[in-house]
T-cell receptor, first 112, second 111 residues
Framework: DGGITQSPKYLFRKEGQNVTLSCEQN?????MYWYRQDPGQGLRLIYY???????QKGDIAEGYSVSREKKESFPLTVTSAQKNPTAFYLC???????????FGDGTRLSIL | SQQGEEDPQALSIQEGENATMNCSYK?????LQWYRQNSGRGLVHLIL?????REKHSGRLRVTLDTSKKSSSLLITASRAADTASYFC???????????FGAGTILRVKS
C-alpha cells in the first residue's frame, strides 16, 4: 500500500529527553515536510527537504533537528531545547513542484 | 506572508444544506490548494486551483478563485454528516516551495 507512514502514533517525552519521530514514504517523492499543529490551530512548518542530504528551516525550527540521508525517510528529533513540545506532528511529501502535498496520519507527542 | 486565512472559523449546518468557506491571502500565487482534516488525522488534499483558473469542480465540491481580490471559496453542496471536518486553504506562491496554512474552518454537519 503506497503512502506515508508516521510512527509512533503516540509518544511521551520525559523532561530533558530527546525523542525522534519517524516518517517513511514509498511515493518516490523528492520533497518532505514536517509540521506542528496545536489544538484549534493551523499547521506551522518546522523543517523541509527538497532533496536527499539537504534541508531547510521552516518557521519554527528552534528546538528541532532533522536528517535526510535517504529519499524515503525524514526523521524529526524533538530536542530538550524545545520547551513546549506537546503537539500533533504531521509529515508530508510532495512530488512535482507546486503539486499537492500528501500527509501521514501524525504523531501526538505529550510530556510526562 | 502568503498565509491563507479562512472564514468563518466555525460553521454548523444541517445535513443536505450547502456549506461555503472563504479564504483570503496576501501575495501573488501560482495556485491555491484546499485540504480537509478529520479529527486526529492527517490532511487530505481536495482541490488545487491554478492562478489562471476561476472555478473548478470535483464531485460535490466547487472552488472559485478571484486573484484580483486575493480570495477563494470552497462550496460543499448537499452536505453529509461525513463532511464534518476542518478545512484549510493553502496558497502556493510563484517563488515559494512550501505551503502556509491558516487556522482553518471547522465544519459540523448535523444529521
Amino acid at each position: 500500500d503506497g503512502g506515508i507512514t508516521q510512527s509512533p502514533k503516540y509518544l511521551f517525552r520525559k523532561e530533558g529527553q530527546n525523542v525522534t519521530l519517524s516518517c517513511e514514504q514509498n511515493l518516490n517523492h523528492d520533497a518532505m515536510y514536517w509540521y506542528r499543529q496545536d489544538p484549534g490551530q493551523g499547521l506551522r512548518l518546522i523543517y523541509y527537504s527538497q532533496i536527499v542530504n539537504d534541508f531547510q528551516k521552516g518557521d519554527i525550527a528552534e528546538g528541532y533537528s532533522v536528517s535526510r540521508e535517504k529519499k524515503e525517510s525524514f526523521p524529526l528529533t524533538v530536542t530538550s531545547a524545545q520547551k513546549n513540545p506537546t503537539a500533533f506532528y504531521l509529515c508530508a511529501t510532495r512530488g512535482r513542484y507546486n503539486q499537492p502535498q500528501h500527509f501521514g496520519d501524525g504523531t501526538r507527542l505529550s510530556i510526562l | 506572508s502568503q498565509q491563507g486565512e479562512e472564514d468563518p472559523q466555525a460553521l454548523s449546518i444541517q445535513e443536505g444544506e450547502n456549506a461555503t468557506m472563504n479564504c483570503s491571502y496576501k501575495t501573488s500565487i501560482n495556485n491555491l490548494q484546499w485540504y480537509r482534516q478529520n479529527s486526529g488525522r492527517g490532511l487530505v488534499h481536495l482541490i488545487l486551483i491554478r492562478s489562471n483558473e476561476r472555478e473548478k469542480h470535483s464531485g460535490r465540491l466547487r472552488v472559485t478563485l478571484d486573484t484580483s481580490k486575493k480570495s477563494s471559496s470552497l462550496l460543499i453542496t448537499a452536505s453529509r454528516a461525513a463532511d464534518t471536518a476542518s478545512y484549510f486553504c493553502a496558497p502556493w506562491t510563484e517563488y515559494g516551495n512550501k505551503l502556509v496554512f491558516g487556522a482553518g474552518t471547522i465544519l459540523r454537519v448535523k444529521s
